[in-house]
């Protein structure tokens, strides 16, 4: 770790999420809806204040060709995400996170748990098919971490600033890429997330100064989506902590990474538990392929519900880079506090994780 670290210290603080834009740089939002992006950046060229003091043509010349290679460089990334209730029993033990089986209902994007990881590079165009197969439940997906700035619309606040998917409709959220880093997407009606309805958003920014010097400390990258599991559905909780007086629901069953845990007494007992929970090779212990020597950056998100979580790489120590989508002076620690919703990332190296116990993992029931 000791180049790393040396390597780390030439790091520059990053104190804001991005550069303060000009009022021109700021996409309108019927720029965003009609996706001009190609319109957007070549604004930034011809109106900028930085750049109106430029008269000679070839000062022109060259905004106008700087602003289309920009252009060239955004993309659209297209996502189709199908919402479908699924009910976890003895009979359909695929969508059991953790092995138990007794029954519960899940809401799941493209039946998987958490849901599909948002990738794109600032000044993407990003669209977000939204096709709700519930025939009873309402939904939306919040952006978590995203400014959204001129996308009100498709920032998941139903009711507020758009309306929610109604049972069986379809919704397209539409928006540009702006926010460098690690974040969140989830459910945003009622307690959807709970039931699996979340998932991870990396954007990067191959431009960016300060990710490409960090990019040059590790070699690749892994997701850790930490999630607290429980045996009831989101609507259950919701009752007791609506309830006044407040009604506490209890700890989680079992803590999930990357949507795989063990619940404990399913390693002692196959009442209402698929066989063989604890095989190796069973499915259930979540397992990150790395390779010795290699340095990797996780990204960590956390998914739980109510609880505050503590992370740990038994004799390891974490070189934290990021914090809330927000690239910061590297320092290490031992361990990790992580609340709901924060994300964060930290360097590792020399190490398999696939033999060390991530703390994380062990069920609390
Ligand atoms: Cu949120």
């Not at 990003?126 to 400014?147: E, F, M, Q, R, W």
């Not at 490409?212 to 429980?230: A, H, M």
Request: charged content about 20%.
């Amino acid at each position: 770790m000791t180049g790393s670290a040396n390597a780390c210290r030439r790091m520059r603080s990053r104190t804001r999420r991005t550069r303060r834009r000009t009022t021109a740089e700021r996409p309108s939002k019927m720029q965003g809806r009609t996706g001009g992006v190609r319109r957007r950046v070549g604004a930034v060229g011809v109106l900028s204040p930085r750049r109106r003091g430029s008269s000679s043509a070839l000062g022109f010349f060259a905004v106008v060709v700087a602003a289309v290679a920009s252009s060239a460089d955004a993309k659209t990334v297209r996502e189709r995400w199908v919402i479908r209730p699924q009910i976890i029993t003895s009979a359909n033990a695929t969508f059991s996170p953790d092995c138990y089986l007794g029954d519960r209902r899940v809401l799941l994007v493209n039946d998987i748990n958490p849901g599909p990881v948002l990738r794109a590079e600032v000044g993407d165009v990003v669209k977000v098919t939204i096709v709700n197969k519930s025939p009873t439940d309402a939904v939306t997906v919040h952006y978590h971490g995203l400014s959204m700035k001129g996308y009100p619309y498709s920032d998941g606040t139903g009711a507020v600033s758009q309306c929610s998917v109604g049972p069986l409709q379809t919704q397209v959220n539409e928006f540009v890429a702006e926010d460098v880093g690690t974040h969140y997407w989830h459910g945003h009606t009622g307690m959807e997330r709970v039931d699996g309805l979340q998932g991870a958003i990396v954007i990067t920014d191959p431009h960016d100064e300060d990710e490409k010097l960090l990019r040059t400390l590790y070699d690749e990258e892994r997701i850790l989506f930490l999630q607290d599991w429980y045996h009831r559905e989101g609507s259950f909780q919701r009752t007791g902590l609506d309830s006044l007086p407040f009604r506490w629901i209890g700890n989680p069953q079992t803590l999930l990474i990357n949507g795989k845990g063990q619940y404990l007494p399913c390693l002692e007992s196959e009442d209402n538990c698929v066989e063989n929970c604890g095989s190796a090779g069973g499915g259930y212990l979540p397992e990150i392929n790395v390779e010795q020597g290699k340095t990797y950056r996780l990204r960590i998100i956390s998914g739980a519900q109510l609880v505050g979580l503590n992370l740990a790489i038994s004799d390891h120590a974490m070189m934290v880079v990021e914090a809330d989508g927000t690239l910061v002076r590297p320092f290490s620690v031992n361990n990790l506090d992580i609340m709901p919703a924060q994300v964060s990332s930290f360097l590792m190296q020399d190490y398999c994780l696939a033999s060390l116990p991530i703390r994380s993992s062990r069920s609390l029931a």
